[in-house]
Protein backbone atom coordinates (compact mmCIF):
# COMPACT_ATOMS: atom_id res chain seq x y z
CA UNK A 1 0.00 0.00 0.00
CA UNK A 2 1.36 3.33 -0.71
CA UNK A 3 2.14 5.60 2.17
CA UNK A 4 0.78 9.19 1.27
CA UNK A 5 2.38 11.60 4.00
CA UNK A 6 2.05 14.68 1.74
CA UNK A 7 -0.34 16.10 4.09
CA UNK A 8 2.07 15.80 7.25
CA UNK A 9 4.06 19.10 6.64
CA UNK A 10 0.88 21.04 5.78
CA UNK A 11 -0.39 19.65 9.15
CA UNK A 12 2.79 20.62 10.90
CA UNK A 13 3.13 24.23 9.63
CA UNK A 14 -0.75 24.85 10.32
CA UNK A 15 -0.19 23.66 14.44
CA UNK A 16 2.45 25.69 14.48
CA UNK A 17 0.66 28.78 13.52
CA UNK A 18 -2.02 27.87 15.72
CA UNK A 19 0.61 27.67 18.78
CA UNK A 20 1.61 31.60 17.44
CA UNK A 21 -0.04 34.37 20.34
CA UNK A 22 -3.02 35.63 18.76
CA UNK A 23 -3.43 39.44 19.52
CA UNK A 24 -6.91 40.82 21.25
CA UNK A 25 -8.62 44.03 19.84
CA UNK A 26 -11.09 45.75 23.05
CA UNK A 27 -12.74 48.40 21.26
CA UNK A 28 -12.53 51.88 23.35
CA UNK A 29 -15.15 53.91 22.19
CA UNK A 30 -14.48 57.33 24.14
CA UNK A 31 -10.51 57.05 23.22
CA UNK A 32 -10.22 60.28 20.37
CA UNK A 33 -6.74 61.39 20.80
CA UNK A 34 -4.31 59.46 23.24
CA UNK A 35 -1.14 61.05 24.50
CA UNK A 36 -0.04 58.24 27.38
CA UNK A 37 -0.52 55.08 27.87
CA UNK A 38 0.46 52.87 30.93
CA UNK A 39 -0.27 49.35 32.35
CA UNK A 40 -0.17 48.02 35.33
CA UNK A 41 -1.91 44.85 37.11
CA UNK A 42 -5.69 45.31 36.06
CA UNK A 43 -4.88 48.77 35.29
CA UNK A 44 -4.68 50.49 31.89
CA UNK A 45 -4.63 54.13 32.20
CA UNK A 46 -4.54 56.47 29.02
CA UNK A 47 -4.47 60.36 29.09
CA UNK A 48 -5.79 62.33 26.43
CA UNK A 49 -4.81 65.91 27.46
CA UNK A 50 -5.06 66.34 30.87
CA UNK A 51 -7.87 63.73 30.96
CA UNK A 52 -6.87 60.15 32.57
CA UNK A 53 -9.14 57.31 32.02
CA UNK A 54 -8.74 53.74 33.74
CA UNK A 55 -9.65 51.01 31.83
CA UNK A 56 -10.15 47.65 33.52
CA UNK A 57 -8.76 44.85 31.84
CA UNK A 58 -11.21 42.60 33.56
CA UNK A 59 -14.36 44.58 32.96
CA UNK A 60 -13.41 45.46 29.63
CA UNK A 61 -14.63 48.74 30.19
CA UNK A 62 -13.46 52.39 31.20
CA UNK A 63 -14.15 52.47 35.34
CA UNK A 64 -12.62 56.15 36.16
CA UNK A 65 -12.23 59.17 34.77
CA UNK A 66 -10.43 62.50 35.93
CA UNK A 67 -8.23 65.54 35.44
CA UNK A 68 -8.62 68.57 33.07
CA UNK A 69 -6.41 72.32 32.82
CA UNK A 70 -5.96 74.02 35.71
CA UNK A 71 -3.65 74.43 39.10
CA UNK A 72 -6.31 72.71 41.42
CA UNK A 73 -6.49 68.72 42.54
CA UNK A 74 -6.76 66.50 39.65
CA UNK A 75 -6.18 69.23 37.83
CA UNK A 76 -3.15 69.44 35.39
CA UNK A 77 -1.60 72.49 33.17
CA UNK A 78 -0.07 71.42 29.80
CA UNK A 79 2.38 72.29 27.13
CA UNK A 80 0.57 74.85 24.22
CA UNK A 81 0.85 71.14 22.02
CA UNK A 82 -2.36 70.37 24.35
CA UNK A 83 0.43 67.28 25.82
CA UNK A 84 3.06 67.19 28.55
CA UNK A 85 1.91 64.52 31.20
CA UNK A 86 4.01 61.71 32.41
CA UNK A 87 1.68 59.28 33.78
CA UNK A 88 3.37 56.42 35.80
CA UNK A 89 1.61 53.07 37.81
CA UNK A 90 2.74 52.16 40.90
CA UNK A 91 1.35 49.57 43.42
CA UNK A 92 -0.32 51.45 45.80
CA UNK A 93 -0.41 54.98 43.98
CA UNK A 94 -0.60 56.92 40.44
CA UNK A 95 1.88 59.46 39.87
CA UNK A 96 0.78 62.15 37.53
CA UNK A 97 3.86 64.53 36.30
CA UNK A 98 2.36 67.76 34.49
CA UNK A 99 4.07 70.95 34.12
CA UNK A 100 5.31 72.71 37.28
CA UNK A 101 3.22 69.86 39.34
CA UNK A 102 3.71 66.55 40.35
CA UNK A 103 0.27 64.53 41.95
CA UNK A 104 -0.14 61.39 43.54
CA UNK A 105 -3.27 60.04 42.81
CA UNK A 106 -4.74 56.20 44.25
CA UNK A 107 -5.41 53.67 42.42
CA UNK A 108 -8.68 54.87 41.24
CA UNK A 109 -7.50 58.12 40.72
CA UNK A 110 -8.71 59.79 44.39
CA UNK A 111 -6.58 62.98 45.26
CA UNK A 112 -3.99 62.18 48.11
CA UNK A 113 -0.98 65.01 47.58
CA UNK A 114 0.82 67.35 45.49
CA UNK A 115 3.54 69.58 45.44
CA UNK A 116 4.89 71.90 42.91
CA UNK A 117 7.84 70.84 40.53
CA UNK A 118 9.96 72.60 38.56
CA UNK A 119 8.42 73.56 34.74
CA UNK A 120 10.98 72.77 32.94
CA UNK A 121 11.97 69.19 33.43
CA UNK A 122 10.17 65.68 33.34
CA UNK A 123 10.10 63.83 36.60
CA UNK A 124 9.49 60.64 37.65
CA UNK A 125 9.87 59.61 42.22
CA UNK A 126 12.73 57.49 42.47
CA UNK A 127 13.57 56.70 46.15
CA UNK A 128 13.24 59.79 48.91
CA UNK A 129 12.82 62.22 45.84
CA UNK A 130 12.93 62.38 41.84
CA UNK A 131 15.03 61.50 38.62
CA UNK A 132 13.86 63.51 36.00
CA UNK A 133 15.22 64.94 32.82
CA UNK A 134 15.45 68.72 31.35
CA UNK A 135 16.81 70.16 28.22
CA UNK A 136 19.92 72.54 28.72
CA UNK A 137 21.03 74.73 25.86
CA UNK A 138 24.54 75.51 24.42
CA UNK A 139 25.18 78.72 22.38
CA UNK A 140 27.45 76.89 19.86
CA UNK A 141 24.85 74.19 19.43
CA UNK A 142 22.02 74.37 17.31
CA UNK A 143 20.34 71.38 19.44
CA UNK A 144 20.26 71.46 22.50
CA UNK A 145 21.38 68.88 25.28
CA UNK A 146 19.12 67.07 27.35
CA UNK A 147 20.72 66.49 31.09
CA UNK A 148 19.65 63.82 34.03
CA UNK A 149 19.05 64.81 37.26
CA UNK A 150 18.48 63.47 40.79
CA UNK A 151 16.54 66.23 42.82
CA UNK A 152 15.43 66.97 46.30
CA UNK A 153 11.62 65.67 47.74
CA UNK A 154 10.99 68.90 47.45
CA UNK A 155 11.77 69.13 43.62
CA UNK A 156 15.00 71.32 43.77
CA UNK A 157 17.86 69.82 41.50
CA UNK A 158 19.99 67.21 43.94
CA UNK A 159 22.98 66.17 41.25
CA UNK A 160 23.27 66.24 37.73
CA UNK A 161 24.02 62.47 36.67
CA UNK A 162 24.52 62.66 32.72
CA UNK A 163 24.15 65.17 29.74
CA UNK A 164 23.35 63.72 26.60
CA UNK A 165 23.42 66.17 22.62
CA UNK A 166 19.99 65.56 21.09
CA UNK A 167 19.47 65.96 17.23
CA UNK A 168 16.38 67.21 16.84
CA UNK A 169 16.68 70.51 14.99
CA UNK A 170 17.90 71.13 11.29
CA UNK A 171 21.67 72.12 10.58
CA UNK A 172 24.26 71.40 8.77
CA UNK A 173 25.05 68.81 9.41
CA UNK A 174 22.03 67.50 10.64
CA UNK A 175 19.98 64.99 8.05
CA UNK A 176 16.44 64.32 7.79
CA UNK A 177 17.13 60.70 9.37
CA UNK A 178 18.74 62.31 12.50
CA UNK A 179 15.43 64.33 12.87
CA UNK A 180 13.34 62.00 12.64
CA UNK A 181 14.61 59.03 13.84
CA UNK A 182 17.71 59.94 15.82
CA UNK A 183 17.54 58.56 19.48
CA UNK A 184 16.30 61.48 21.89
CA UNK A 185 17.57 60.73 25.27
CA UNK A 186 15.06 59.17 27.65
CA UNK A 187 14.64 56.93 30.64
CA UNK A 188 13.07 54.75 32.98
CA UNK A 189 13.42 53.81 36.60
CA UNK A 190 13.63 50.91 38.47
CA UNK A 191 13.41 50.55 42.26
CA UNK A 192 17.53 51.57 42.66
CA UNK A 193 18.55 51.96 39.01
CA UNK A 194 18.17 54.74 36.49
CA UNK A 195 18.54 53.93 33.00
CA UNK A 196 19.08 56.36 30.01
CA UNK A 197 19.91 55.98 26.76
CA UNK A 198 21.06 58.61 24.64
CA UNK A 199 23.76 57.63 22.02
CA UNK A 200 22.88 57.01 18.45
CA UNK A 201 24.74 53.53 18.72
CA UNK A 202 22.88 50.35 20.92
CA UNK A 203 23.86 51.61 24.48
CA UNK A 204 21.93 52.06 27.85
CA UNK A 205 23.47 53.49 30.44
CA UNK A 206 22.90 52.29 33.70
CA UNK A 207 23.01 54.36 37.25
CA UNK A 208 22.89 53.44 40.85
CA UNK A 209 20.51 55.42 43.26
CA UNK A 210 23.32 58.08 43.69
CA UNK A 211 23.43 59.04 40.24
CA UNK A 212 26.79 56.64 40.07
CA UNK A 213 27.67 55.47 36.44
CA UNK A 214 27.44 51.12 37.12
CA UNK A 215 27.83 49.89 33.48
CA UNK A 216 26.34 50.03 30.09
CA UNK A 217 24.30 47.58 28.06
CA UNK A 218 25.96 47.29 24.57
CA UNK A 219 24.54 44.82 21.65
CA UNK A 220 25.75 44.49 17.88
CA UNK A 221 22.78 45.47 15.56
CA UNK A 222 22.89 45.16 12.15
CA UNK A 223 21.49 48.21 10.65
CA UNK A 224 18.43 47.54 8.06
CA UNK A 225 18.68 49.04 5.03
CA UNK A 226 16.50 51.93 3.69
CA UNK A 227 14.19 51.06 0.67
CA UNK A 228 13.38 53.08 -2.01
CA UNK A 229 9.88 53.33 -1.04
CA UNK A 230 10.86 53.73 3.05
CA UNK A 231 12.99 56.98 1.53
CA UNK A 232 10.03 58.13 0.29
CA UNK A 233 8.17 57.44 2.81
CA UNK A 234 10.36 59.26 5.51
CA UNK A 235 10.30 62.36 3.32
CA UNK A 236 6.45 62.45 3.82
CA UNK A 237 6.66 62.33 7.25
CA UNK A 238 7.93 65.71 6.82
CA UNK A 239 5.40 66.96 4.32
CA UNK A 240 2.55 66.49 6.83
CA UNK A 241 5.03 67.07 9.92
CA UNK A 242 3.05 70.04 11.94
CA UNK A 243 5.97 71.75 12.73
CA UNK A 244 8.49 71.03 9.31
CA UNK A 245 5.87 71.25 6.78
CA UNK A 246 5.37 75.24 6.84
CA UNK A 247 9.26 75.44 5.55
CA UNK A 248 9.70 72.21 3.82
CA UNK A 249 10.02 73.54 0.97
CA UNK A 250 12.75 75.44 1.10
CA UNK A 251 15.03 73.06 2.97
CA UNK A 252 13.89 69.34 0.77
CA UNK A 253 16.37 69.54 -1.84
CA UNK A 254 19.62 69.72 0.85
CA UNK A 255 18.33 67.13 2.94
CA UNK A 256 19.66 63.81 1.97
CA UNK A 257 18.84 60.44 3.82
CA UNK A 258 21.17 57.72 4.89
CA UNK A 259 21.40 54.36 3.55
CA UNK A 260 20.38 52.59 6.51
CA UNK A 261 18.22 53.01 9.71
CA UNK A 262 20.01 53.80 13.29
CA UNK A 263 20.34 50.33 15.37
CA UNK A 264 17.41 51.21 17.69
CA UNK A 265 14.39 53.18 18.23
CA UNK A 266 13.61 53.49 21.82
CA UNK A 267 13.46 51.20 24.89
CA UNK A 268 11.22 50.51 27.92
CA UNK A 269 10.91 49.41 31.35
CA UNK A 270 8.54 46.73 32.86
CA UNK A 271 9.21 45.08 36.17
CA UNK A 272 12.02 43.36 35.67
CA UNK A 273 12.96 43.59 31.91
CA UNK A 274 14.04 46.35 29.79
CA UNK A 275 12.11 45.83 26.17
CA UNK A 276 14.45 47.83 23.37
CA UNK A 277 12.45 48.35 19.96
CA UNK A 278 15.01 47.77 17.06
CA UNK A 279 14.15 48.64 13.45
CA UNK A 280 14.37 44.99 12.57
CA UNK A 281 11.27 43.97 10.74
CA UNK A 282 9.67 40.42 9.66
CA UNK A 283 7.00 40.49 7.98
CA UNK A 284 4.27 42.08 9.64
CA UNK A 285 6.27 42.35 13.13
CA UNK A 286 8.67 44.39 15.06
CA UNK A 287 11.64 43.30 16.68
CA UNK A 288 12.09 44.06 20.68
CA UNK A 289 15.20 42.76 22.47
CA UNK A 290 15.09 41.78 25.66
CA UNK A 291 17.43 42.17 29.08
CA UNK A 292 17.05 41.63 32.45
CA UNK A 293 18.11 45.03 34.89
CA UNK A 294 21.80 43.80 35.04
CA UNK A 295 21.90 44.10 31.65
CA UNK A 296 22.12 40.18 30.61
CA UNK A 297 20.01 39.14 27.88
CA UNK A 298 16.74 37.34 27.60
CA UNK A 299 16.28 36.70 24.23
CA UNK A 300 14.19 38.67 21.36
CA UNK A 301 10.29 39.22 20.96
CA UNK A 302 8.50 39.21 17.53
CA UNK A 303 5.58 41.36 18.32
CA UNK A 304 2.80 43.48 15.63
CA UNK A 305 4.08 46.84 16.38
CA UNK A 306 1.39 49.44 14.69
CA UNK A 307 3.07 52.62 13.31
CA UNK A 308 2.00 56.12 12.92
CA UNK A 309 4.21 56.61 10.12
CA UNK A 310 7.41 54.71 8.73
CA UNK A 311 9.52 54.80 12.07
CA UNK A 312 6.48 55.94 15.06
CA UNK A 313 4.87 53.33 16.53
CA UNK A 314 1.38 54.01 18.28
CA UNK A 315 1.83 54.17 21.99
CA UNK A 316 2.50 50.94 23.99
CA UNK A 317 3.51 49.35 27.27
CA UNK A 318 4.65 46.05 28.60
CA UNK A 319 2.88 44.09 31.98
CA UNK A 320 2.87 41.11 32.97
CA UNK A 321 4.05 39.03 29.71
CA UNK A 322 2.08 40.94 27.75
CA UNK A 323 2.21 43.61 24.85
CA UNK A 324 0.00 46.60 24.94
CA UNK A 325 -1.01 48.87 22.16
CA UNK A 326 -3.41 51.30 21.47
CA UNK A 327 -4.42 51.25 17.81
CA UNK A 328 -6.84 52.83 14.73
CA UNK A 329 -8.93 50.02 13.47
CA UNK A 330 -9.92 50.82 9.44
CA UNK A 331 -12.89 52.84 10.58
CA UNK A 332 -10.52 55.00 12.58
CA UNK A 333 -11.67 53.87 16.22
CA UNK A 334 -9.13 53.71 18.58
CA UNK A 335 -8.52 49.64 20.18
CA UNK A 336 -6.69 48.28 22.69
CA UNK A 337 -5.01 45.55 21.21
CA UNK A 338 -3.50 42.67 23.63
CA UNK A 339 -0.40 40.30 22.58
CA UNK A 340 0.94 37.69 24.45
CA UNK A 341 4.78 38.03 24.42
CA UNK A 342 7.18 34.88 23.56
CA UNK A 343 11.24 35.01 23.47
CA UNK A 344 12.66 33.69 20.40
CA UNK A 345 15.55 32.85 22.53
CA UNK A 346 19.18 34.16 23.23
CA UNK A 347 19.96 37.14 21.38
CA UNK A 348 22.39 36.84 18.39
Known amino acids: MKNNRSGFPALMVFCLVSLLPATEYRPLPTVIKPD ?14 AQISIYSLAKKDIVHSFGRRGTGPREFQLLPTGTGLRVD ?25 EQKISPFGRMTPFQEGFAGVQMTFVPDRRAPNMAFYLYHPQGAPLREIA ?9 PDVTLLDMVTAVIPHYHTSPDRIFIAGKQTFQIDIYDEKGEFLRSITQSI ?5 TPDEKKAIRNVYRIHPVYKNFWNRIEKSVKIPDHFPEF ?23 FLVFDLSGKSLGSAWLPVAFQDIVTPYLYAFSAGNFYQLTESEAEDWQLAVTPVTLDGPVR
Do not use: C, M, N
Request: proline share 3%; aromatic share 14%; net charge positive.
Open 265 to 287: REFTLSGDRLFVLTFQRREDKSE
Open 36 to 49: VLAVRGDDVLIAQG
Open 163 to 171: TYPTRILHG
Open 222 to 226: PRRVF
Open 89 to 113: IYEDFIFVGSIGKASWLGRDGHFIR
